[in-house]
């Protein structure tokens, strides 16, 4: 792992994808499914993913993203460089950003990719710029364009073997065979109450490796 890190020569990685409107521009707020509706909710704007229910109000448009911001959308997991990572916590308009997204839909998918792929608005030089990125995306979208994590969901060519929990796979002892041999850093998800076998198995793999046993 630290091998690979530093190989990547103080880049980051992140999956890219274009911003989804509905996301960001009204306010947002959510509720656990099957909680009682908040009285203030009105209209049907609302819809469930997750064991989630969401609601977006109309009637509160949500102003432009601070700093002319451009908001793109990723993964919530990411690798960051150090100076990336200390730059996020000490920077006013990236703390804007946050609060600026705390009312959207899953904001957590919204931050690391706006953040790594705004590099005209934020100057800082480690970072890449969006829309030049997604070209090259849309260009190569049938190779692997991000390394941080491994993840199966339903339209994944690999299948999932193990069981799902809101709509990403549990891996299981038969999805090893294929994660093995996987490039991403890191695997979502295992439970430690189904297959465990599956998890120390890993566990013990990493572990050769390291020892070069």
Excluded at 191 to 197: G, H, M
Aim: glycine residues 6%.
């Amino acid at each position: 792992m630290v091998q690979i890190l530093q190989r990547l020569n103080g880049s980051s990685d992140a999956e890219l994808k274009e911003g989804q409107s509905f996301r960001y521009t009204h306010h947002v707020e959510w509720i656990t499914t099957g909680s009682a509706i908040p009285s203030t909710w009105k209209g049907d704007k609302t819809f469930e993913q997750f064991g989630v229910t969401f609601y977006i109000d109309l009637s509160k448009p949500k102003p432009p993203p601070p700093g002319g911001l451009i908001i793109y959308k990723g993964s919530f997991a990411a690798t960051l460089s150090r100076s990336v990572a200390e730059f996020i916590i000490q920077n006013q308009l990236v703390k804007d950003l946050i609060e600026w997204l705390s009312d959207t839909f899953v904001p957590d998918e919204s931050l690391w990719t706006t953040v790594l792929f705004n590099k005209d608005v934020l100057k800082l030089p480690s970072l890449m710029d969006g829309k030049s990125c997604l070209a090259q995306v849309d260009k190569e979208k049938y190779a692997e364009q991000w390394i941080s994590r491994y993840q199966l969901w339903p339209d994944s060519a690999v299948k999932c073997k193990g069981k799902w929990v809101h709509g990403s796979c549990v891996l299981g002892v038969k999805d090893l065979p294929h994660l093995r041999s996987a490039p991403q850093l890191f695997a979502h998800k295992f439970y430690l109450d189904f297959e465990p076998a599956a998890f120390f198995c890993m566990l013990q793999l990493i572990k050769n490796r390291t020892e070069g046993t």
